[in-house]
């Protein structure tokens, strides 16, 4: 069984399990900015008892292993077939929900302007940034990275490895600015709890982003940790 450890630093746990980032996030651990730290030390700065936690975060991994999504081992397979299963259900996916996400917000926001108090103009604001981000990024794992990383398995070149390796620095770093936003949200709405007595639209908006981020965390997993480390 895979288990996360105290000597792995922060970034490599992330990277392993992208859901710690809610997790650290609630502590206020830094992962983005001093990810080279171990757990362990950054366990200890913020006085978190180690063994308690590993087992509590190792609980949550394994339930993310055991995730009918995460169950393929992806390493075994052919790349190829990883990004067809990156662009086919995540990609689908996460273009059809932020345009669906999008009108149900607007709506919401229309209707519930003059009594939702600050959270729902928040919300649509920072709902808005990571639509605009995210599909840009789509586009540019699709339309850039992508083929080069297929072009690579045919015909490797250390070349074009250097510069597949630059572009995954970008892509990299769109995820953390993506998580960083999810964070936000998940902040700003409660961990996307609605009002008492929300209407149904209220409580669609947010249960839908909440399935966004849990793909979204799968999705950046398969990238991160799995197709970028087998280049
Ligand atoms: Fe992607
Ligand atoms: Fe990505």
Redesign the pocket.
């Known amino acids: 069984m895979n288990r996360l450890n105290k000597e792995q630093n922060l970034g490599e746990v992330v990277a392993m399990f992208p859901g710690a980032a809610r997790i650290f996030n609630k502590e206020g651990i830094d992962y983005c900015c001093h990810g080279d730290r171990t757990l362990e030390s950054a366990l200890l700065e913020k006085e978190i008892e180690v063994i308690g936690f590993l087992n509590e975060i190792n609980k949550s991994y394994d339930e993310f292993l055991n995730s009918k999504e995460a169950y393929i081992d992806w390493r075994k397979e052919d790349p190829n077939k990883l990004i067809e299963n990156?662009v086919d259900t995540h990609h689908a996916f996460t273009y059809r929900e932020l345009i669906e996400i999008d009108q149900l917000l607007l709506k919401i926001l229309k209707v519930h302007y003059h009594h939702s108090g600050e959270e729902l103009k928040t919300v649509h604001k920072l709902f808005g940034a990571l639509k605009t981000e995210l599909e840009e990024?789509?586009i540019?794992?699709e339309e850039g990275l992508f083929p080069m990383i297929k072009e690579y398995f045919k015909n490797p070149s250390e070349e074009l490895r250097d510069s597949i390796m630059k572009l995954v620095g970008v892509?990299e770093n769109?995820?953390t600015g993506?998580g960083h936003i999810l964070q936000d949200l998940y902040r700003e709405t409660n961990g996307y709890k609605t009002p008492e007595g929300a209407c149904t639209t209220f409580n669609l908006v947010y249960k839908k982003i909440d399935e966004l981020e849990k793909d979204l965390f799968i999705?950046?997993h398969k990238?991160?940790s799995i197709l970028f480390k087998i280049i």
């Open positions: 990156i990024h789509l540019k794992e892509i769109e995820h993506a999705h950046i990238e991160n």
